[in-house]
């Protein structure tokens, strides 16, 4: 590997996303609480985790630990993995048959990348980050300079809820450690970056909220984020007045976590495409 490789957009921003975990991990565990005095009441009060530490109750700081590590791994794996490339030279088995082409109607025709110079299925876009075009794409996430398309979906929606259960924890256990008192410099030296942490915390906790009811909705509707933000852009969608891919809530999740029912978005046009031409009886 060439030295500047190490300095590409994608390494830096894992590096920086790791760091900023396992920073703020050690201040909520090791966070110095100050000297109390024991004729007032303690005005540096322990965070919890420090709590459970010091009563030998290590079930719950090892559990947060590890579900730290959860969300880490998880957040590499979404990160460094294929979300679904269309294959530029394409294998024999792989190509589209000439039944599946017939399939789609003549109004929708696939479209040939203009940069890639790949035939587009349903639902792919090119990626001009990622210089590549994505099945069933759904955004390119510039935290995990990758993009979510069909392949890693699943699994950044998983990331997204376990990443908030760690922000939340951990908003209360620095919430947990702050108490507010006089003079302001005493209490800056002795809780400022518990309290800056605290707003970190706050910040990133409102956009994975966010991020996750946004991808929760998305999911149960089988649209995704490009979509849902420019079907009026999209061909196969300008001309349908609904979602020719919405199958109801219990087929949509089955289909988006498990692959069922398989089928190619082709193949579920087609048949949306014969029931809305056939005769009522």
Not at 11 to 30: A, C, M, P, Q, S
Request: charged fraction near 15%; glycine fraction near 6%; proline fraction near 8%.
């Amino acid at each position: 590997m060439a030295p500047w490789a190490l300095l590409s957009p994608g390494v830096l921003v894992r590096t920086g996303h790791t760091v900023l975990t396992w920073g703020i991990t050690l201040v909520l565990f090791l966070h110095d609480t100050g000297e109390p005095d024991p004729e007032r009441p303690r005005t540096h009060p322990i965070p919890q985790l420090r709590q459970w530490e010091e009563q030998g109750e290590l079930l719950l700081p090892l559990t947060f630990l590890l579900l730290v590590l959860g969300s880490l791994l998880l957040y590499l794996a979404v990160s460094l993995m294929d979300p679904g490339y269309v294959n530029v030279q394409p294998q024999p088995q792989e190509e589209l048959k000439e039944e599946q082409t017939a399939m789609v109607p003549p109004a929708i025709p696939l479209r040939r990348c203009r940069y890639c110079l790949v035939l587009q299925p349903l639902r792919a876009r090119h990626c001009r980050e990622c210089r590549r075009c994505v099945r069933r794409y759904d955004h390119h996430c510039p935290w995990m300079e990758n993009c979510v398309g069909e392949r890693n979906h699943p699994l950044f929606v998983v990331y997204l809820a376990l990443q908030l259960v760690v922000l939340l924890w951990g908003l209360y256990l620095a919430w947990s450690g702050l108490r507010f008192f006089q003079p302001w410099g005493l209490w800056l030296r002795s809780s400022g970056l518990l309290f800056a942490t605290f707003l970190l915390l706050s910040l990133f906790s409102l956009v994975a909220s966010l991020l996750l009811a946004s991808h929760l909705y998305l999911v149960a509707s089988n649209t995704t984020t490009w979509e849902f933000i420019s079907s009026h852009r999209i061909t196969y969608l300008r001309q349908r007045p609904g979602n020719p891919f919405d199958r109801g809530l219990t087929r949509n999740l089955a289909h988006f976590f498990c692959g069922w029912p398989s089928g190619s978005w082709e193949t579920l046009w087609a048949e949306e495409e014969e029931e809305g031409s056939s005769p009522a009886v």
